[in-house]
Structures are given as C-alpha cells and as structure tokens.
C-alpha cells in the first residue's frame, strides 16, 4: 500500500523524444508536487497542484506539462527531451501548502522516477 | 527568490563521532523541516520546527531554530552507519507557501 506511487522508476530514452511519468497518491492529501533532483543532489520543485488547481509553476521549459485529472493524481509530459533533463524526478504531496504550524506542509515523497536522456 | 544554504555539503566521519549540518536562509522563516534521504532513496521528513530557539530531539538527532528563525541545525551524537544519507532543511515561508529546499549535506560514515 504505497502511499505515494510514481511509474516508470527508470526511463531511458533518446534526445527529442516525449515521455511521461505518472503519479498517484492515496493518502487523501490535497496537494501534490513535481521536484527535480539533479547529479549535485539539488531538489528543486518544479510545479504544485491544490484540488486539481495549479498554484506553483517555477520557471521550467515549456516542453513540462503538468496534469492534474483530480487531485489524487498528478502526471508529468515532457516533450523534446533534452540531455540536460536527465535527473531523478519525484512526486511528492502534502495535507495542504499553507506554510506555519501544524504540518498540513509536510511533504510525503514518492519513490522517484530516474529519467536517462541519450 | 529565497535561498537556503546548508553546510558543509558533504561530510565523511568516523562511526562514533558527532555530526553537525547547519541551514542559513535570506529571510525570515515561518518554519523549517528536515528531510533524510538513503543513498539511491527518496526524502523522507524527519522533522518540523516553527517557534523561535526551538529545540526538539529524536534519539541521537537534535534540531535546532534559531532564535532570528533564519537559521536551524541538526546534531547527531555517535554516529552510526545507518545515519549516512543526505540531510536536507527545508525552509517554508520568506514571502510565499512553498517550501524551498536546501542544498544539502551528504554523510558517510566509516566504520
């Protein structure tokens, strides 16, 4: 019974093709998250969704499209992939994303998904 | 936007020896949480700070904010060889509700 489950766990692909990684969570959190972990360990969030709304969008190429279907669930397509989006992408959600007391911000991460551009 | 440092970025001790991994932000925080991750694993939340000059342990692991609620640190005392891992702050509030992860402190320890 994961409680933040993302697929593929690898992918390998070439330069130029469109991927997608999937991600599912069954925790009942209302907030789910892209991070980014690059070779130097560097998490960097990339996109967050609240109730299937978009709320963060950090400055990420176009070629990133986020899909929120309902807030279970939160999908990442990546078109014209490049060598430099090579890294570990994870999914990660939380109760809410209002900062303060009370952990409604603590993040519960999924497993990773580890993407190889050639 | 908010930055968060940590130091040192890798750290390799002895088991037994004592291990400290300090966070530094720009601005004011409303909280700060630290994550472990295992070598080929995911972040895994340890714990939450949110009051000025907090204090709170966990076993061997101590956490601590700091009183101007811009710098926070974990200790841990003898370390053993489960501890290796990478220990990320991260530091919530400095103007928005995202959390801005730190750079991290990777631990090895050697028998």
């Known amino acids: 019974d994961t409680a933040v489950s993302q697929t593929p766990k690898y992918l390998v692909t070439q330069m130029g093709n469109d991927k997608s990684i999937k991600c599912e969570q069954n925790?009942?959190?209302?907030?789910m998250y892209w991070y980014k972990q690059d070779s130097k360990k560097f998490l960097k969030i990339m996109f967050s969704?609240?109730?299937?709304?978009?709320?963060i969008n950090e400055t990420v190429p176009n070629r990133f499209s986020p899909k929120s279907p309902d807030k279970a669930h939160l999908n990442l397509h990546i078109n014209s992939l490049e060598l430099g989006d090579s890294a570990v992408y994870f999914c990660?959600?939380?109760?809410?994303?209002?900062?303060?007391?009370?952990?409604?911000?603590?993040?519960?991460f999924g497993a990773g998904s580890r993407l190889t551009v050639l | 936007g908010q930055q968060v440092m940590q130091i040192p970025q890798y750290q390799h001790v002895q088991e037994g020896e004592d291990f400290t991994t300090y966070c530094n932000s720009s601005?004011?925080?409303?909280?700060i949480q630290w994550y472990k991750q295992r070598p080929g694993g995911h972040p895994v939340f340890l714990i939450q700070?949110?009051?000025?000059?907090e204090v709170k342990k966990q076993k061997r692991l101590t956490f601590q904010f700091g009183e101007a609620k811009k710098n926070s640190s974990l200790h841990i005392t003898a370390t053993q060889t489960t501890d290796v891992g990478t220990y990320f702050c991260?530091?919530?509030?400095?103007?928005?509700?995202?959390?801005?992860f730190g750079t991290g402190t990777q631990l090895k320890v050697e028998l």
């Open positions: 990660a959600s939380s109760q809410g994303f209002r900062q303060g007391a009370g952990g409604a911000n603590v993040l519960t």
């Open positions: 925790l009942g959190h209302d907030t």
């Open positions: 969704y609240n109730n299937k709304e978009l709320i």
């Open positions: 601005t004011t925080l409303s909280n």
């Open positions: 700070l949110v009051k000025s000059g």
């Open positions: 991260a530091a919530g509030g400095g103007g928005g509700n995202k959390l801005t």
